[in-house]
């Protein structure tokens, strides 16, 4: 069975720091790119970061650079992203995402909360 599990969200205090994981099963995380996204209530789900299946290469969101970083473990099928310097801001909904890019499959996770207290 195909599946993205995400997990590691939480509540935190701003300042605080987490670290998400999303573990694939059913298929390889490698031979796709990763994305992670989040949707805060009342609005639209959007891209925090994504790494390439390629060559490794990252992207972050202006709203998150230098405070997430994107990384994955081959040999867990795991990737995780880690958020540091957290801000209320920041609350959300984050959710995974492997896009197989140019092939047909396109698959996302449950999604985990992330509470940042003021």
């Known amino acids: 069975e195909v599946q993205l599990v995400e997990s590691g969200g939480g509540l935190v205090q701003a300042g605080g720091s987490l670290r998400l994981s999303c573990a694939a099963s059913g298929f390889t995380l490698d031979d796709y790119v990763i994305g992670w996204f989040r949707q805060a209530p009342g609005k639209e789900r959007e891209g925090v970061s994504c790494?390439?299946?390629?060559?490794?290469?990252?992207n972050y969101a202006d709203s998150v650079k230098g405070r997430f970083t994107i990384s994955k473990d081959i040999a867990e099928n795991t990737v995780y992203l880690q958020m540091n310097s957290l801000k209320p801001e920041d609350t959300a909904v984050y959710y995974c995402n492997a896009d197989e890019i140019l092939g047909p499959h396109d698959y996302w996770g449950q999604g985990t909360q992330v509470t940042v207290s003021s």
């Open positions: 790494i390439s299946n390629t060559d490794g290469r990252t």
